[in-house]
C-alpha cells in the first residue's frame, strides 16, 4: 500500500498486522496450520475454517457519522456556553477554551493511536469556545452568526463537490505545501495570540487593510484543508486502517470547519464596523 502520506501508510500497516492477528487459522477440533496431526501429518490453512477479523475497516459511512456527532457535540457545547457564561466572564472563558483546545488538538493530531473520548473532549472544548466568541460578536453586530455559519458550510460542500469532481487534487505537492503553509500560519497566529495576551497590537486582526488580508488568506488555506481530510478519509478507506480511526479523521474536519468559521466571522466584522 502506498500513499504520499507517511502517517496513514504506517498506519495501514499497522491495521494489516491487526487483521493478521486476528484472522489465525484454526479448528475446534483440529491441530493448528503448520503441526502435525492424526490421519493429516501436515495440514495447511485451507484446511479449518479461518477466524473472522478482529479488526474492522473503517468506511465513508463511519467518518460520516462521528463527524456529524461530533459536530452536534460541538453545537451543544456551544449553545450552553452561550447561555451560562456570564458576560463579566467572556473574555477569560474564551481565552483558557482557545488554550485547552490548542492542547489537545495539538495532542490528538501528533497521537500515533485514536483515541475517541480525547476527540469527543476537544469538541466539547472548541464548542465552548466557538460559542463564547459567537456570543461576542452577535452582541455586537446582530445576524452576523448566522451568515458566518452559511458561509461555512457553502464553503464545505463547494470543496467536496470540487473534490468529487477532481477538480482539486491531493497531489504529493499539494500535500507538502499545504503542510507547510498550514504550519506557518498556525506559528504566525500562536505568536499574535501570545502577543495579544500582553496587550501589543500587530494589525492582524484590528480590522485593518492588513488584518483584512490576512483573514482572506486564512480562508482561502482553511478552505484547502479539506482536500486534505478528503484525500485522507479517502485513503484511510482503500488502506483498510480500522474503524476506530474514524474518529481522527472526523477530528481533522472538525478543525477544518472551526478554523473556516472563525475567520469568516472575523471578516465579516471588518466590514460591518469597528468592535
Given amino acids: 500500500m502506498k500513499t504520499s502520506n507517511p502517517v496513514l501508510s504506517r498506519l495501514g500497516q499497522a491495521a494489516e498486522r491487526e487483521r493478521s492477528a486476528g484472522s489465525a487459522p484454526g479448528g475446534p477440533y483440529g491441530p493448528p496450520a503448520g503441526q502435525p496431526g492424526y490421519g493429516q501429518p501436515y495440514p495447511t490453512a485451507t484446511d479449518y475454517p479461518a477466524a473472522p477479523p478482529a479488526v474492522q475497516p473503517m468506511t465513508i459511512d463511519d467518518v460520516v457519522v462521528k463527524t456529524v456527532t461530533l459536530l452536534g457535540i460541538t453545537g451543544l457545547s456551544a449553545v450552553a456556553a452561550w447561555v451560562l457564561v456570564p458576560d463579566a466572564l467572556l473574555g477569560a472563558a474564551w481565552i483558557g477554551a482557545a488554550v485547552v483546545g490548542l492542547v489537545l488538538g495539538l495532542i490528538i493530531s501528533f497521537s500515533r493511536m485514536a483515541n475517541p473520548a480525547l476527540v469527543i473532549t476537544y469538541a466539547v472544548v472548541e464548542g465552548a469556545f466557538v460559542g463564547l466568541v459567537s456570543k461576542v460578536f452577535e452582541s455586537a453586530y446582530n445576524g452576523i452568526v448566522l451568515q ?128
Avoid at 477532481?166 to 499539494?174: G, H, L, Q, Y
Avoid at 501570545?194 to 488555506?221: E, H, K, M, Q, W
Fill in 148 to 275: 458566518a455559519v452559511v458561509a461555512t458550510f457553502g464553503v464545505f460542500f463547494l470543496m467536496a463537490a470540487l473534490y468529487r469532481a477532481r477538480v482539486i487534487r491531493a497531489t504529493p505537492k499539494f500535500v507538502k505545501g499545504m503542510i507547510a503553509v498550514m504550519a506557518g500560519l498556525f506559528a504566525v497566529m500562536l505568536v499574535n495570540f501570545v502577543l495579544y495576551l500582553f496587550g501589543v497590537n500587530t494589525g492582524l486582526r484590528d480590522g485593518g487593510p492588513l488584518a483584512i488580508g490576512f483573514s482572506l488568506v486564512c480562508i482561502v488555506v482553511a478552505s484547502l484543508s479539506f482536500i486534505l481530510s478528503f484525500n485522507e478519509v479517502e485513503e484511510g478507506v482503500r488502506m483498510g486502517l480500522p474503524q476506530r480511526y474514524s474518529w481522527t479523521a472526523a477530528f481533522g474536519i472538525l478543525v477544518s470547519l472551526i478554523w473556516l468559521y472563525i475567520e469568516v466571522l472575523r471578516l465579516l466584522s471588518y466590514f460591518q464596523g469597528d468592535d
